[in-house]
Nanobody, 127 residues
């Protein structure tokens, strides 16, 4: 499985930005979960948003109400719409995927649960 993220850039506080991630190599007999993580300088990688193969969605508390994750299985893509951006949202954003499991919706924030990673795209929120 290969993932490639697009859409990062520089945006002013309060602005919006949309990220896209194109995936390839999914086995058609398997179900995959998708998520976005981010990593700011000097900080650990953290889960931002998650969508299961069945459409269950979770968000980090810090982005609830501002970010929206969605997936398009026909295009093997996952998206992250980010609104009302704050300086603390500045980070490299990674899309990730792994085979869906029964426990993943409860443990999605753990980096070690994710096996396939994109290259990351920089998001900078600054005036």
């Amino acid at each position: 499985v290969q993932l490639q993220a697009f859409g990062g850039g520089l945006v002013q506080p309060g602005g919006s930005l949309g990220l896209s991630c194109a995936a390839s190599g999914f086995g058609r007999d398997y179900y995959y979960a998708l998520a976005w993580f981010r990593q700011a300088p000097g900080r650990e990688r953290e889960g931002v948003a998650y969508v299961s193969s069945a459409g269950i969605i979770h968000y980090a508390d810090s982005v609830k109400g501002r970010f929206t994750i969605s997936r398009d299985d026909a295009k093997d893509a996952v998206y992250l719409q980010m609104n009302r951006l704050k300086a603390e949202d500045t980070a490299i954003y990674y899309c990730t995927s792994t085979l869906q499991t029964e426990t993943l919706s409860a443990t999605w924030r753990h980096v070690s649960n994710w096996h396939y990673w994109g290259q990351g795209t920089q998001v900078t929120v600054s005036s």
